[in-house]
């Protein structure tokens, strides 16, 4: 996952009073369910309880280009509830059984406006989001395939653990057959030290 130095996730729904719980409302989505579409208009911020969610669009030649990935603690639409324009620039799917809590503007305004600590953690996400999003910009100016890879494993402390090379490609906007050519050329030139699901920069290789 693109961490720019992996930010801790914030659990912002235990700063909530009881009262404030109140104003959340809970929803369950199994494997495979839109939770929103593509351009549909964003009325409430989505906060991921458990689960795994990903935010995903199409190109104009019909591959899949996913835009972020989202787990416990994660939230969505929290820069676009806001916005002069907000609307979804993707696809919100669960790729596995997830519970999801929503709070909607008027609500969102309310706690921000009474709960300092909330507000001061939101702000802290909000923040932490702006950094990745400038890590994916400069990692999108590598055109070269080595030199965005190298910099995708410094983004992750040179240490990147992955599900498979498809769902790695798609992190790093790579497609799957050029990437796994490059590990192969970076483990022969010693660059890398590919484990099952763990890819480490060699040290020894600088």
């Known amino acids: 996952m693109l961490t720019d130095k992996s930010p801790k996730k914030i659990p912002l729904l235990s700063l909530l009073t009881p009262s404030e719980r109140k104003l959340i409302r809970q929803e369950e989505f199994t494997r495979g369910q839109i939770i929103a579409r593509e351009n549909d208009e964003c009325m409430e911020v989505g906060f991921v309880i458990e689960g795994e969610i990903v935010i995903s669009s199409y190109t104009y030649h019909g591959e899949e280009v996913v835009y972020n990935m989202l787990s416990d603690n994660d939230m969505f639409g929290n820069n676009l509830l806001l916005s002069s324009d907000p609307h979804y620039r993707g696809n919100i799917i669960a790729t596995k059984t997830s519970k999801v809590a929503f709070i909607n503007r008027k609500s969102l305004l309310f706690i921000l406006s009474e709960n300092m600590s909330f507000l001061t953690a939101y702000l802290r996400v909000q923040s932490d ?3 990745r999003l400038n890590a994916t910009i400069k990692l999108l100016s590598f055109t070269n395939a080595e030199e965005r890879f190298l910099y995708y494993l410094f983004l992750n402390d040179n240490r990147v653990n ?13 497609k799957r057959e050029t990437l796994s050519r490059l590990l192969t050329k970076l483990v022969k030139e010693r660059k890398i030290i590919r484990y099952r699901n763990l890819i480490v920069y060699n040290e020894k290789s600088r």
Not at 163 to 174: D, G, H
């Open 129 to 131: 989001f702006g950094k």
């Open 162 to 174: 992955y599900s498979n090379v498809t769902a790695l490609s798609k992190e790093i906007f790579m």
